[in-house]
């Protein structure tokens, strides 16, 4: 694929430059395409709604990373999509740092943000969460959440919202544990579990519900790559999925979208389907993972079905194996 370059003025990247970089590159030459699945599901009579799910940008400023970042902005935007799903990992490394170490950063993803046309709605992920844990001994900071609500315009990590007759709930997954070998793991609170069941219980019970969370619910990763006798740490799933899941038990939860693991896959569990939506970063910046590409996923809830496209929108990877 072309070499593409963004132009810069001072130390900024302009929003003309980074929407247009994609083209420059000459992406739309280049595209596999879509890799497609479909099935059927009890959706909104309301009609179709197509949407966006991408997760896990890891964004960074080395490798030219805002360049990969600006052409999956452009890709995510030639889909024409209303609504865009951002499954968290938005920044990399903010849990064991400091706030001032990961300004560049959110610079960086924030740039991809405001270039996306779709009205987002955020997730958010491990890496999100500034200054949990430091490593260089620095105090943790009593709110790590504190920066990713500011720069995300929101007043609290979990929330809901409706669009199209569905009702979207967004969890935040991630319970820090300093001390512990894994430093946080996926749990969903006892608090966030109380507001999951009010927000449930105001709901008609044959609503379609979709369900976005970072880390996931349900998974077979590990037996994959591991075995099948493996067993997920308790830092890449959600430890108490069943508590959540039974709170959805007699309603028509249509899909969960997951993110953390970087890959591509798709479970489908007593009518719901789980899907892990790969990565825009792919293996952190370094190319494919298990076999996907960097890319992201394009929705379609129709009344009658499901469809999933994973789309992998051309990046190739600068960073060197061994960084």
């Not at 890799?35 to 997760?55: D, N, P, Q, V």
Request: overall charge neutral.
């Amino acid at each position: 694929m072309a070499g593409v370059t963004i132009m810069q003025q001072g130390n900024r990247y302009t929003r003309r430059t980074f929407l247009k970089v994609a083209a420059a590159g000459g992406v739309a030459w280049s595209m596999p395409i879509p890799i497609k699945r479909s099935w059927a599901a009890r959706g909104s009579e309301r009609g179709a709604l197509r949407f966006i799910f991408y997760t896990d940008p890891h964004s960074r400023v080395e490798w030219e990373t805002p360049q990969a970042l600006a052409m999956a902005a452009e890709s995510i935007n030639a889909q024409g999509a209303d609504l865009a799903v951002a499954g968290g990992d938005l920044i990399t490394e903010g849990f064991e740092s400091t706030s001032e170490a990961m300004a560049p950063r959110w610079d960086a993803y924030m740039r991809m943000h405001r270039a996306l046309k779709p009205e987002i709605r955020p997730v958010i992920g491990n890496h999100d969460l500034v200054g949990a844990d430091p490593d260089d001994g620095s105090p943790p900071s009593p709110e790590p959440r504190r920066e990713y609500l500011r720069h995300l315009g929101l007043n609290r990590s979990y929330y809901s919202f409706d669009a199209v007759g569905y009702h979207f709930v967004v969890l935040d997954s991630i319970d820090v544990r300093r001390g512990d070998k894994h430093r946080y793991w996926g749990y969903i609170d006892d608090e966030q579990m109380e507001w999951l069941k009010e927000d449930l219980a105001s709901l008609p019970v044959e609503i379609p519900i979709v369900l976005a969370t970072h880390v996931p619910l349900l998974t077979g990763f590990f037996q994959a790559t591991e075995g099948i006798q493996a067993s997920a740490p308790p830092n890449r799933v959600i430890v108490n999925n069943r508590d959540v899941l039974s709170l959805f038990q007699g309603r028509n939860l249509v899909l969960v979208l997951q993110g953390h693991l970087h890959v591509d896959e798709w479970l489908r569990w007593r009518n719901t389907s789980f899907i892990t939506g790969g990565a825009i970063c792919g293996r952190w910046w370094r190319g494919a993972w298990h076999g996907t590409r960097e890319g992201y996923g394009v929705v379609t809830l129709r009344p009658d079905r499901v469809e999933w496209e994973y789309h992998i929108y051309g990046w190739e990877a600068r960073r060197p194996e061994h960084a």
